[in-house]
Protein backbone atom coordinates (compact mmCIF):
# COMPACT_ATOMS: atom_id res chain seq x y z
CA UNK A 1 0.00 0.00 0.00
CA UNK A 2 1.23 3.33 -1.16
CA UNK A 3 0.13 6.53 0.42
CA UNK A 4 0.72 10.24 -1.74
CA UNK A 5 0.16 13.11 -0.04
CA UNK A 6 0.02 16.20 -2.14
CA UNK A 7 2.25 19.44 -0.39
CA UNK A 8 -1.12 21.33 0.18
CA UNK A 9 -2.84 18.81 2.57
CA UNK A 10 0.93 18.41 4.05
CA UNK A 11 1.34 22.26 4.47
CA UNK A 12 -2.08 22.64 6.01
CA UNK A 13 -1.46 19.39 8.44
CA UNK A 14 1.83 21.12 9.57
CA UNK A 15 -0.05 24.13 9.97
CA UNK A 16 -2.55 22.98 12.22
CA UNK A 17 -0.13 21.01 14.22
CA UNK A 18 1.58 24.43 15.11
CA UNK A 19 -1.54 25.90 16.04
CA UNK A 20 -2.91 23.36 18.51
CA UNK A 21 0.91 23.39 19.84
CA UNK A 22 0.42 26.68 20.60
CA UNK A 23 -3.01 26.64 21.32
CA UNK A 24 -2.63 24.16 24.27
CA UNK A 25 0.19 25.86 25.86
CA UNK A 26 -1.51 29.38 25.96
CA UNK A 27 -4.60 28.32 27.38
CA UNK A 28 -3.33 25.07 30.27
CA UNK A 29 -0.69 27.52 31.74
CA UNK A 30 -2.36 29.56 34.48
CA UNK A 31 -1.85 30.14 38.23
CA UNK A 32 -3.49 32.09 40.65
CA UNK A 33 -2.08 33.35 44.02
CA UNK A 34 -4.26 34.68 46.49
CA UNK A 35 -3.94 38.50 44.91
CA UNK A 36 -2.49 37.46 41.75
CA UNK A 37 -2.54 35.38 38.50
CA UNK A 38 0.51 34.24 36.50
CA UNK A 39 -0.18 33.60 32.59
CA UNK A 40 2.79 30.70 30.56
CA UNK A 41 2.81 32.65 27.28
CA UNK A 42 3.31 31.03 24.13
CA UNK A 43 6.78 31.95 23.82
CA UNK A 44 7.97 30.80 27.10
CA UNK A 45 8.03 34.01 29.19
CA UNK A 46 5.43 34.65 32.21
CA UNK A 47 2.23 37.46 32.48
CA UNK A 48 1.68 38.63 35.76
CA UNK A 49 -1.33 40.77 37.21
CA UNK A 50 -2.46 42.03 40.97
CA UNK A 51 -0.60 41.81 43.71
CA UNK A 52 3.12 41.80 43.73
CA UNK A 53 3.65 43.12 47.88
CA UNK A 54 6.49 40.38 47.85
CA UNK A 55 7.83 39.68 44.83
CA UNK A 56 5.72 37.62 43.53
CA UNK A 57 3.86 38.54 40.45
CA UNK A 58 6.28 41.34 38.52
CA UNK A 59 4.59 43.93 36.23
CA UNK A 60 6.67 43.50 33.46
CA UNK A 61 6.64 39.83 33.89
CA UNK A 62 9.24 37.28 33.91
CA UNK A 63 11.24 36.08 30.90
CA UNK A 64 12.81 32.90 29.64
CA UNK A 65 12.24 29.52 28.53
CA UNK A 66 9.59 28.18 30.91
CA UNK A 67 7.21 25.35 30.65
CA UNK A 68 4.60 25.71 33.39
CA UNK A 69 3.87 27.80 36.40
CA UNK A 70 2.22 27.23 39.89
CA UNK A 71 0.97 30.08 42.73
CA UNK A 72 1.03 29.88 46.33
CA UNK A 73 -1.20 32.24 48.65
CA UNK A 74 2.38 34.78 48.25
CA UNK A 75 4.88 32.94 46.18
CA UNK A 76 5.20 31.89 42.82
CA UNK A 77 6.95 29.24 40.74
CA UNK A 78 8.02 28.39 37.23
CA UNK A 79 9.54 25.79 35.88
CA UNK A 80 12.32 25.82 32.90
CA UNK A 81 12.65 23.62 29.82
CA UNK A 82 16.08 23.06 30.81
CA UNK A 83 14.24 21.46 34.49
CA UNK A 84 15.31 24.47 36.51
CA UNK A 85 12.76 26.21 38.67
CA UNK A 86 12.13 29.95 39.29
CA UNK A 87 10.60 30.74 42.82
CA UNK A 88 9.68 34.84 43.48
CA UNK A 89 7.75 35.65 46.29
CA UNK A 90 7.11 35.59 50.31
CA UNK A 91 9.93 32.71 51.52
CA UNK A 92 9.30 33.33 55.02
CA UNK A 93 8.86 29.53 55.67
CA UNK A 94 11.55 28.51 52.72
CA UNK A 95 8.63 27.85 50.20
CA UNK A 96 10.27 29.79 47.55
CA UNK A 97 13.98 29.66 47.66
CA UNK A 98 15.62 31.80 45.72
CA UNK A 99 17.83 29.96 43.80
CA UNK A 100 15.03 27.62 42.88
Known sequence: LVV?????????VK???ELRK????????LAAGHDFSLALRHDGNIACWGLNDNGEAPPDGT???????????????????NGSIACSGSNDEGQ????G
Open 4 to 12: VHKPRRLAM
Open 15 to 17: ERD
Open 22 to 29: TTSRANAN
Open 63 to 81: QGDFIMVAAGVTHSLALQR
Open 96 to 99: APPD
